[in-house]
């Protein structure tokens, strides 16, 4: 049994889905394990992970919008004082989550035929993100 | 240290809770491990997981009906080709998740005496759906 | 390649968040174990986890304001044999999460600078919540 780490970093240009599931496949397949457990984790409050649809584009823009609509940058919110797109930003990311662990069997990560790994960014300014990997297994 | 791994497959009739908590329980047995860890991974975008109360029935109904109401089947969505139940069925999952893991303690996972494992049927016609388990311990 | 595990026990005053990221810090640095993850886990059905800013106040308190708009205590719910908070405390459970994994790299788990690891108690009067730790690496 044995452990890797690996640190991404991802530059975000404004809201939306950020697609790393090509790096994230590639990574766990030069670890060469057969059997395994692959862990990513988010360091961050105002931006989240989510697995969703890798097909249609629609279904990542009407994603955005609903979470938009669903924590609007209008509401009565007391800590403003980051910006109005930072208070939804927080309540998008408990919405979600920012751990994700996903078996590996057969030296690939189980992931379904649609399902795509993403990184969610809830603010409207340029960020960088830092994504931390974790795998265990033989 | 050692791992196991084993798919599932749940046969869903419609949106809806469907408990597997005594199938995750019998096969961790199985696996003979003291301590370790169960992941417990859905393949799929329009049904989650959830680990909710498995006592009053009314509970999941009213989950069930909650979050028809959180994102209703007639929102402003651009994705509408998979049917008016395929977007809402999107967002359900993107608010819960697909992926949980619970420690294993003395042989068992130690789900409180009121927690249930559920699979989250978003969608109305009948799925067939995959669910992953990964096991490391000993 | 070892393991480790605690139960946490943290009593509650009512709705909030309940900050435990020194405990689950202290605890792991114990093991000592310089690469692995930490699984921490909630066994309630009316009590979550959520990992959030632990630097302005007012963002906790937007949070736990926002839940209780998005889910409140006068919805259509058949489920109320146990108090008006009880149907709400499920949904916010439900849309939060019980689990959260964290990959520990040179020691120490990798929460980033603005992270905390929180209880996010959703019932109103006085509760005893047990939280279990997992910790498998070396």
């Known amino acids: 049994m044995k452990q890797s780490v690996h640190q991404l970093e991802i530059s975000t240009r404004g809201q939306g889905l950020y697609e790393f599931t090509a790096t994230a496949n590639a990574w766990v397949e030069?670890?060469?394990?057969h059997t395994g457990l692959l862990t990513v984790f988010c360091r961050h409050t105002s931006a989240s992970?989510?697995?969703?649809?890798?097909?249609?584009?629609?279904?990542?823009?009407?994603?955005?919008?609903?979470f938009g609509r669903l924590a609007p940058e209008d509401g009565p919110y007391d800590h403003d004082s980051e910006g109005q797109?930072?208070?939804?930003?927080?309540?998008?990311?408990?919405?979600?989550?920012?751990?994700?662990?996903?078996?590996?069997?057969?030296?690939?990560?189980?992931?379904?035929?649609?399902?795509?790994?993403?990184?969610?960014?809830?603010?409207?300014?340029?960020?960088?993100?830092?994504?931390?990997?974790?795998?265990?297994?033989?």
């Open 30 to 33: 030069e670890q060469k394990m």
């Open 49 to 66: 992970l989510l697995i969703q649809e890798n097909a249609d584009p629609a279904v990542r823009s009407d994603i955005q919008a609903y």
């Open 85 to 138: 797109d930072d208070m939804p930003a927080h309540l998008k990311t408990a919405l979600t989550q920012v751990q994700l662990s996903i078996p590996v069997v057969n030296g690939r990560i189980v992931l379904g035929t649609w399902q795509g790994i993403y990184l969610f960014e809830h603010r409207v300014r340029p960020h960088r993100r830092e994504i931390q990997f974790h795998l265990i297994g033989d």
